[in-house]
């Protein structure tokens, strides 16, 4: 998970993002040869090698097609400061023996190359959305390395997106509120979360995400984390929250919400995403909701 932990700490980015190169297209075209580069279809799948590990070509491989730098969305410097691209599928002739989406990429996949690959992602959903202007309508060409976009009628600048959603630990100071959407697995629970609307503090987003979702009421809540999360383009701030122990009222958004006790939460977390029987199952360990449950454990199972 990026971002930081309840002790402060920092995740390191997995790229350099070397702002400063993006204008330059000679140092670009330089790095272009030895770079690495994920190729994305057209449905945002890496494409991979036969066991869905990550597979990497350098500039100087891509031969075919029209692709090349001028067409490479410019992601970073690595510490060996090796250079990393993205570019779509169809601007090149390259082919692999397998494709891999984001979520089994993120399972898998080392931290780094999971971590190029979201991001690559996500240029490239913002890429596919945004070929108009939203101003008047025109043709919007991109610059900088595929990080800004301009409309040739108007001259409106577009940058990439991203959509701030809150996710909160909810407690009554003895149990875990936690829901479950209709389409997800059987058993399968998380956090509540939703997205910051327009002139909402991220605390004021908690409040109300909670209480229309589940109508428990929030009494106090604090920032712990945050997470980027490309399903397509969002960014998941985590919170902790203490709120009164209301019993929980669901409306269109959730199948079901309730409170969970320590023991359960504690055996679910034992299990995994397939075992059968009748017991809570919990998020995936790649997501912060995880590490927000995970947290809440640990913070009822250390003395104090």
């Given at each position: 998970m990026d971002g930081g932990d309840p002790a402060g700490r920092v995740a390191p980015a997995a790229l350099d993002r070397a702002d400063?190169?993006?204008?330059?297209?000679?140092?670009?075209?330089?790095?272009?040869?030895?770079?690495?580069?994920?190729?994305?279809?057209?449905?945002?799948?890496?494409?991979?090698?036969?066991?869905?590990?990550?597979?990497?070509?350098?500039?100087?491989?891509?031969?075919?097609?029209?692709?090349?730098?001028?067409?490479?969305?410019?992601?970073?410097?690595?510490?060996?400061?090796?250079?990393?691209?993205?570019?779509?599928?169809?601007?090149?002739?390259?082919?692999?023996?397998?494709?891999?989406?984001?979520?089994?990429?993120?399972?898998?996949?080392?931290?780094?190359?999971?971590?190029?690959?979201?991001?690559?992602?996500?240029?490239?959903?913002?890429?596919?959305?945004?070929?108009?202007?939203?101003?008047?309508?025109?043709?919007?060409?991109?610059s900088r390395a595929g990080w800004l976009g301009r409309c040739t009628q108007c001259n409106t600048e577009h940058y990439p997106r991203t959509d701030p959603a809150v996710i909160v630990a909810v407690s009554d100071g003895e149990r875990l509120l936690l829901g479950r959407q209709a389409s997800w697995p059987p058993r399968r629970y998380s956090l509540i979360a939703g997205f910051v609307e327009p002139g909402e503090s991220l605390e004021q987003t908690v409040v109300r995400e909670v209480a229309e979702e589940t109508g428990v009421r929030v009494q106090a809540c604090h920032y712990a984390a945050s997470q980027p999360w490309p399903f397509p383009s969002a960014l998941m701030l985590g919170f902790t929250a203490l709120a009164t122990p209301d019993e929980p009222r669901v409306n269109d958004e959730l199948e079901d919400a309730r409170w969970f006790s320590l023991d359960e939460v504690r055996a679910a977390q034992q299990r995994r995403h397939d075992d059968a029987g009748d017991g809570l199952l919990l998020s995936p360990r790649i997501s912060i909701a995880r590490w927000l449950i995970d947290a809440w454990v640990d913070s009822k199972s250390t003395p104090t």
């Open positions: 400063h190169l993006r204008d330059d297209a000679d140092a670009l075209a330089a790095l272009w040869p030895r770079a690495h580069v994920i190729v994305l279809d057209e449905q945002g799948h890496a494409l991979a090698d036969a066991d869905h590990a990550p597979l990497l070509p350098t500039g100087a491989e891509i031969t075919g097609g029209p692709g090349g730098v001028g067409a490479a969305a410019f992601l970073g410097l690595d510490p060996e400061g090796v250079a990393w691209f993205s570019l779509d599928a169809a601007l090149t002739a390259w082919e692999a023996p397998s494709r891999i989406d984001l979520r089994g990429a993120a399972a898998t996949w080392p931290l780094r190359e999971a971590a190029v690959f979201a991001e690559a992602r996500a240029l490239q959903h913002w890429r596919a959305r945004h070929r108009y202007c939203g101003v008047c309508g025109g043709e919007v060409s991109r």
